[in-house]
């Protein structure tokens, strides 16, 4: 069996608030002073050139000039035209209103979607667990038209959960070759006064009638909130390794816990998963294969990453019960879709020139094992 585990940041559009990059205290400090001056009721020739100053240092002159959508009045109709659709849909009769409407998502490029089919296709996995799905539909519709322009079946079957928070960040299910979902199990997490979370069992049957458990997990981030995000974080890890247990403890051998830690593995708040328990980080073995960093980095090992000469920070994790890391017989990471920002370098595709057109921040990580 091929299993892999993918963050792959949403497939056609994606939630405004996971790409917002937070300010930094010099452009905080210009908004500021620019709403300050707006404030005040007598604008001096000096206030107005300061006003000009920080909407220039600002870019008010680079504004986006291709929404997601516009909405228009026209003869005293409402319609709604989207950017990559010449056909304009009209609204209800009782609405009156013209202007330009902010969207809640904005559009992936279509060279990223292709690439994440890209990096899917060179694993061509038998199982594949997705994080960061927007919803079925576009899962669906990815699989169907996109798989099959580079060569991959399509899956038989796509299972889509939501996720509490919203945002577009559920999580996927894609299974082919014989393997089926022979039961599902959705564990709440409950974190006072924070947003429940979720951790999904599932049950899957192999061609040979094997059974094996696959925990997905997608771990809570929140960068604007770090000791809330440990919080939350530290419960997931800790619920998932009771989760562990108990399975072994009614005698399963066969335990995949695959998804996005959203964290390191030094991180404190891992350690009931990675550090109490048994289980076995796929790359750990022998056979985990990637390719490595260009240069001096090839034989460096920075704190958090992968491996020696795979400097990128490690939040993507496959863990294996002992006994299905014993059968692994191939392994390894796939970044070929990754954009470098800066040292360390790998190699990628050809086809990705910036970061816009990157499948993902996150690689694909994969293994190839087999059942006793």
Partial sequence: ??????????????????????????????????????????????????????????????????????????????????????????????????????????????????????????????????????????????????????????????????????????????????????????????????????????????????????????FYNDLSNIEKSFEIRQQQARNTAELYQQLVEDGEQNIIIAGTLNAPSYCNSLAPSLQETDLKDITKHLSFEVDYDEGIDASYHRMGAYRKGVNIKQKDFMLLSPALFETMTDSGLNRKAMWPEKRPQWTTYKSVVNKNQAASEHPAVWGKLTFQ
Wanted: glycine residues 4%; proline residues 4%; negative net charge.
């Fill in 1 to 218: 069996m091929k299993i892999a585990s993918f963050n792959i940041q949403n497939l056609f559009h994606r939630d405004r608030s996971l790409t917002e990059q937070s300010m930094s205290k010099c452009v905080s400090n210009w908004v500021n002073e620019f709403d300050s001056l707006l404030l005040k009721a007598d604008h001096s020739n000096s206030t107005t050139d300061r006003l000009r100053e920080l909407s220039f240092l600002l870019g008010f002159d680079k504004t986006y000039q291709n929404p997601y959508a516009v909405m228009r009045k026209k003869a005293g109709e409402l319609y709604l035209k989207g950017m990559n659709n010449s056909k304009e849909m009209k609204a209800g009769e009782l609405t009156d209103w013209n202007g330009w409407i902010k969207m809640q998502t904005v559009p992936i490029h279509p060279e990223s979607t292709n690439h994440k089919a890209k990096v899917i296709a060179d694993i061509n996995p038998d199982v594949l667990i997705l994080q960061e799905v927007e919803d079925k539909m576009s899962l669906d519709e990815f699989n169907n038209l996109f798989l099959p322009n580079y060569d991959c079946e399509p899956f038989s079957d796509c299972i889509v959960i939501p996720n509490s928070e919203g945002k577009g960040i559920e999580q996927g299910l894609m299974l082919k070759n014989g393997y089926e979902l022979d039961a599902i199990k959705l564990h709440s997490i409950d974190t006072s006064e924070y947003p429940t979370q979720e951790l999904i069992e599932y049950v899957i049957m192999t061609p040979n009638c094997k059974k094996f458990h696959l925990l997905s997990c997608y």
